[in-house]
T-cell receptor
Framework: EDKVVQSPLSLVVHEGDTVTLNCSYEVTNFRSLLWYKQEKKAPTFLFML????IEKKSGRLSSILDKKELSSILNITATQTGDSAIYLCAVNYGGATNKLIFGTGTLLAVQP | DSGVTQTPKHLITATGQRVTLRCSPRSGDLSVYWYQQSLDQGLQFLIQ???????AKGNILERFSAQQFPDLHSELNLSSLELGDSALYFCASSVARGQVTDTQYFGPGTRLTVL
């Protein structure tokens, strides 16, 4: 059965801390792995990682794909209260259909 | 703002009723995806349409159906509603021309409450 597992389920940190969120997957027909940030409502796209692009960085956020270990990490450095959100990992596994399977997410709370 | 729009924002209805959720994709996107997000299930893929045709099905109940119209907007119809159908329903869109880098962008969602 295809699945995506995220850990931890939730964490609380102080502003300025660095956090690492984990995502592991077992899917057939892997195409890409995506990270989304969900605050109040809609998930907003952060990164996409593929076999040809296994590391991405944007400001304080960075992500790496380990195709051998079938996993990915999302790093956030110098966290701010605005980083508080649910971080969702999704894997595109549907071939031409681009189906996504999501993990249950990691709830990050950044305290001032 | 992703460019994907959904209406209504909130919907409260009674068990047994039928509702229609509407989604307009980003300009240029041909594919629409519907997802259900509940507290205990996370984000679950329901169904995908591409240029008016159904392309993929996920965990969609038989009481639910969808369609995509010639102008590419999509509607998700939920019938014989049950308490357990209460959830956030998201629509996403993408270009979906087969590229590995195809990215889905999500609309703001419709919160459905079944009483």
């Amino acid at each position: 059965e295809d699945k995506v597992v995220q850990s931890p389920l939730s964490l609380v940190v102080h502003e300025g801390d660095t956090v690492t969120l984990n995502c592991s997957y077992e899917v057939t027909n892997f195409r890409s792995l995506l990270w989304y940030k969900q605050e109040k409502k809609a998930p907003t796209f952060l990164f996409m990682l593929t076999s040809s692009g296994i590391e991405k960085k944007s400001g304080r956020l960075s992500s790496i794909l380990d195709k051998k270990e079938l996993s990915s990490i999302l790093n956030i450095t110098a966290t701010q209260t605005g980083d508080s959100a649910i971080y969702l990992c999704a894997v595109n596994y549907g071939g031409a259909t681009n189906k996504l399977i999501f993990g249950t997410g990691t709830l990050l709370a950044v305290q001032p | 703002d992703s460019g994907v729009t959904q209406t209504p924002k909130h919907l409260i209805t009674a068990t047994g009723q039928r509702v229609t959720l509407r989604c307009s994709p980003r300009s240029g996107d041909l594919s629409v995806y519907w997802y259900q997000q509940s507290l205990d299930q996370g984000l679950q893929f329901l169904i995908q349409y591409y240029n008016g045709e159904e392309r993929a099905k996920g965990n969609i109940l038989e009481r639910f159906s969808a369609q995509q119209f010639p102008d590419l907007h999509s509607e998700l119809n939920l019938s014989s509603l049950e308490l357990g159908d209460s959830a956030l329903y998201f629509c996403a869109s993408s270009v979906a021309r087969g590229q590995v880098t195809d990215t889905q962008y999500f609309g703001p969602g419709t919160r459905l409450t079944v009483l």
